[in-house]
């Protein structure tokens, strides 16, 4: 499996940020994937935003839940990022991952999302 994220890499505050990732090599529908998102802010450690399962179901982070959602287009085999109303604190290299378990994780190259006036 081989994923790529896209999106813009600077937005306003307030705008809502929305980021795809595109997965290669097998299904976003096979059963035990579990398709996350994390981010790191600079300085920072990772942080799990969510995920959404092979079956369609979403979980989110406390942290963030009241404003992300993710959702994913099975015809383009593809899940997205939203993360509304965002501040410069939302500034962070965001990565979708690929997750079946224990050790077997296949992560994104990572994009940096930058939020300024």
């Known amino acids: 499996v081989q994923l790529q994220e896209s999106g813009p890499g600077l937005l306003k505050p307030s705008q809502t940020l929305s980021l795809t990732c595109a997965v290669s090599?097998?299904?976003?529908?096979?059963?035990?994937?579990?398709w996350s998102w994390i981010r790191q802010p600079p300085g920072k450690g990772l942080e799990w935003i969510g995920h959404?399962?092979?079956?369609?179901?979403?979980y989110y982070g406390p942290s963030l839940k009241s404003r992300t959602s993710i959702s994913r287009d099975t015809s383009k085999n593809q899940f997205t990022l939203q993360l509304s109303s965002v501040t410069p604190e939302d500034t962070a290299v965001y990565t979708c991952?690929?997750?079946?378990?224990?050790?077997?994780?296949?992560w994104g190259q990572g994009t940096q999302v930058t939020v300024s006036s």
């Open positions: 991952v690929a997750d079946r378990g224990p050790g077997d994780l296949t």
């Open positions: 959404i399962l092979y079956s369609g179901s979403t």
């Open positions: 090599g097998g299904s976003i529908t096979t059963n035990g994937y579990y």
